[in-house]
């Protein structure tokens, strides 16, 4: 079946500032695109319990908490650094500063390439990145590029949507599949993805 190929590739990754995340509304600003991608691991968190009665296993409880990602890209521009992690970029001097800061949350969207050629399309609603790993080395006389490595971490979202049936909750990631012929994945970059009851034309916040 085609939704049980293996994944072969991944492009695509955008970010967005969220600028409103609360009881009332979620929001975010237009996507822009941030590097080109190498690898992408994601690795959510989660716990369980089980609860013993009459001498055997009588429940168990589950629970999802964070997803940390791991992102290898080419690299990023100064400018886009310190939007990511808050801190202080001076244009006219072409120079970041580095003096700590507070990284805002961001949306982060990517989509992974299949071995039949289908995609699955991602967007987390809401996280932060940490400062990249940075590594650098001496030429020689056989090339070894050096990439970036950063972390971003996924929550879910204080906002709750209105999901399927009577289900309303807030959420920390969109995901849609090619392989699906009910998915439109055109606009998919357009503007951060949520979910809406209703029309394709409709999941969307700009």
């Known amino acids: 079946m085609p939704n049980q190929k293996t994944f072969v590739g991944v492009d695509k990754i955008y970010y967005a500032l969220i600028t409103q995340d609360d009881a009332d509304a979620y929001a975010a600003g237009s996507p822009v695109a941030f590097a080109p991608a190498m690898n992408i691991a994601q690795a959510p968190k989660s716990n369980s319990k089980t609860i013993y009665a009459d001498n055997q296993p009588f429940e168990t409880m589950s629970s999802e908490g964070e997803t940390e990602t791991d992102l290898e890209i080419t690299g ?53 990145f940490l400062p990249p790993s940075e590594e650098q080395a001496s030429k020689t006389d056989t090339p070894d590029p050096k990439t970036t490595k950063m972390k971003f971490t996924a929550i879910r979202t204080i906002h709750q949507f209105a999901l399927t049936g009577s289900i309303t909750d807030s959420v920390k990631r969109v995901v849609g599949e090619t392989s699906d012929t009910a998915f439109i994945a055109t606009t998919w970059f357009d503007a951060v993805q949520v979910p809406s009851v209703g029309s394709p034309s409709d999941r969307c916040c700009c």
């Open 76 to 128: 990023l521009p100064l400018d886009t650094l310190a939007t990511i992690l808050g801190k202080v970029y001076d244009a006219a001097t072409g120079r970041l500063f580095d003096n700590g800061g507070t990284p805002p949350d961001i949306a982060l969207g990517f989509r992974a390439e299949k071995s039949n050629g289908d995609h699955r399309y991602y967007w987390f609603l809401k996280g932060n």
